[in-house]
Nanobody
Framework: VQLVESGGGLVQAGDSLRLSCAAS????????MGWFRQAPGEVREFVAA????????FYAESVKGRFAISKDNGSNTVYLQMSNLKPEDTAVYFC?????????????????WGQGTQVTVSS
């Protein structure tokens, strides 16, 4: 399995950006996809995922209402639409895939990682 992210860059506060993650290869079972991010000197934190226990996308509180995750099943690509970006959103964003019925928002439960894409938001 390979996850390849794209779409990062340098933007100003208040701008929008869309990240993409294309998954390829063979998944051995049911899986879901999501996004994490890691700022310098910080731990990798959950951002969004495609399926919660309620069957709906879910988000970290810090991005709720500003970010939206979606998935194109035909191309096996997951997107993260980020709006009203803030300087504190600056981080390397990682695509993640996890086996299971739902997505558990912990880095240690992720089975596959992308290489990461840098998002920098200037004030």
């Amino acid at each position: 399995v390979q996850l390849v992210e794209s779409g990062g860059g340098l933007v100003q506060a208040g701008d929008s950006l869309r990240l993409s993650c294309a998954a390829s290869g063979h998944f051995a079972g049911l899986y879901h996809m999501g996004w994490f991010r890691q700022a310098p000197g910080e731990v990798r934190e959950f951002v969004a995922a495609t399926k919660s226990n309620e069957g709906l996308p879910f988000y970290a509180e810090s991005v709720k209402g500003r970010f939206a995750i979606s998935k194109d099943n035909g191309s096996n690509t997951v997107y993260l639409q980020m709006s009203n970006l803030k300087p504190e959103d600056t981080a390397v964003y990682f695509c993640a895939a996890q086996y299971g019925r739902i997505f558990i928002p912990r880095a240690r439960n992720v089975n596959f990682w992308g290489q990461g894409t840098q998002v920098t938001v200037s004030s």
